[in-house]
T-cell receptor, first 116, second 109 residues
């Protein structure tokens, strides 16, 4: 079946501009996660949505970052007033907590963000 | 100290060799453990979950030692297509995955 999809695949923006990144999880997956991977760095957790519960935002690096998930499906990660240090690959993952593979997360192809 | 630590490598081994990766984690309350592989400029892909009793999937064997907080991955009869970065991943609190820095593996013909 279809995996996690993300758009755009690449985004180049100027410092100070806002960007929106989109994630469409695997159909039926109720949990959705955002991570980012900076050059030469490991993946770091940003935010987690599960059903109708309040999201876990503990990984967001600053108040310039926000995310929402509408209708329990598609999610948008917004970065306001982008800075050069925001340049990274932003990865979305989803999982199905009610299934036998509850904790297994499946990743989308990512959005490569470059802030000039 | 990093929450998940791996030897970054790189490991360069000939095709057909057996290679082993190790990983340690610091959060003793961690409940779920995984190995992911990541090819250059691609997303991480789940290789296998790691269970307390150890588990095998074809040429891949994963082991978990909770007492030592240690996870391993063994690849037997390595193939050229096994070349990738292998990520040791631990699920911390609230479903967050915590990734090691990854171990880069190159299989040489």
């Amino acid at each position: 079946g279809a995996g996690v999809s993300q758009s755009p695949s690449n985004k180049v923006t100027e410092k100070g501009k806002d960007v929106e990144l989109r994630c469409d999880p695997i159909s039926g997956h109720t949990a959705l996660y955002w991570y980012r991977q900076s050059l030469g760095q490991g993946l770091e957790f940003l935010i987690y949505f599960q059903g109708n519960s309040a999201p876990d935002k503990s990984g967001l690096p600053s108040d310039r970052f926000s995310a929402e998930r509408t209708g329990g499906s598609v999610s948008t990660l917004t970065i306001q007033r982008t800075q050069q240090e925001d340049s990274a690959v932003y990865l979305c993952a989803s999982s199905s907590p009610g299934s036998g593979r509850a904790n297994e997360q499946f990743f989308g192809p990512g959005t490569r963000l470059t802030v000039l | 100290r990093k929450e998940v630590e791996q030897d970054p490598g790189p490991f360069n081994v000939p095709e057909g060799a057996t290679v082993a990766f190790n990983c340690t984690y610091s959060n003793s309350a961690s409940q779920s453990f995984f190995w992911y592989r990541q090819d250059c400029r691609k997303e991480p892909k789940l290789l296998m979950s790691v269970y307390s009793s150890g588990n095998e999937d074809g040429r891949f064997t994963a082991q978990l030692n909770r007492a030592s907080q240690y996870i391993s991955l063994l690849i037997r009869d390595s193939k050229l297509s096994d070349s990738a970065t292998y990520l040791c991943v631990v699920m911390g609190g609230a479903q967050k995955l915590v990734f090691g820095q990854g171990t880069r593996l190159t299989i040489n013909p």
